[in-house]
C-alpha cells in the first residue's frame, strides 16, 4: 500500500513542520519582515531557508477551496440603487479569483455567498 500524505495550507503562508528548529524559524521570519518592510524581492538565504522549512506541496494534487461573493442591489436604505448597481457591475466584470492566480478549474472548488447591499 501506498503512503498518502495530506495536508492543510494556511493562506499566505506555508506549513511550517513540527519539531523544526526555533532559530531556522525565527530568522526566515525576521528575514521576511525586512523584505516586506523594504519591497524587495526574496533574497538567496531566505528561499535557501524557505526550502529548508516549509512543507513541500505538490500543487498537481491538490485541491483549492474558494471563497466567491455575489452582490446583489437592493432598494434597502443605505448606498444609493445607481450606486450598488454600478458596484454589482464591477465585481461581477472582474476576473475571477481561480484566472487571476492561475489556478485550474478542475482543481478548483469555489463556496459561494449571496449579498444584499
Known amino acids: 500500500m501506498a503512503a498518502t ?3 492543510v495550507i494556511l493562506v499566505g503562508h506555508g506549513g511550517i ?5 526555533q532559530e531556522l524559524v525565527t530568522k526566515l521570519k525576521r528575514l521576511e519582515g525586512q ?5 524587495m524581492p526574496a533574497s538567496a538565504e531566505e528561499i ?9 506541496i505538490n500543487l498537481q494534487d491538490t485541491t483549492f477551496f474558494l471563497s466567491r461573493i455575489n ?7 443605505g448606498m444609493a ?16 479569483t481561480s484566472s487571476f492566480f492561475g489556478i485550474p478549474s478542475e482543481q478548483t472548488v469555489e463556496i459561494g455567498i449571496v449579498v444584499d447591499i
Do not use: Q
Open 5 to 7: 500524505t495530506r495536508g
Open 17 to 21: 513542520p513540527k519539531g523544526c528548529p
Open 35 to 39: 523584505r516586506c518592510a523594504a519591497k
Open 48 to 56: 535557501e531557508l524557505d526550502t529548508k522549512i516549509r512543507v513541500p
Open 71 to 77: 452582490w446583489l442591489a437592493t432598494p434597502k436604505p
Open 81 to 96: 440603487l445607481w450606486r450598488e448597481h454600478l458596484f454589482v457591475f464591477l465585481s461581477r466584470n472582474s476576473r475571477r
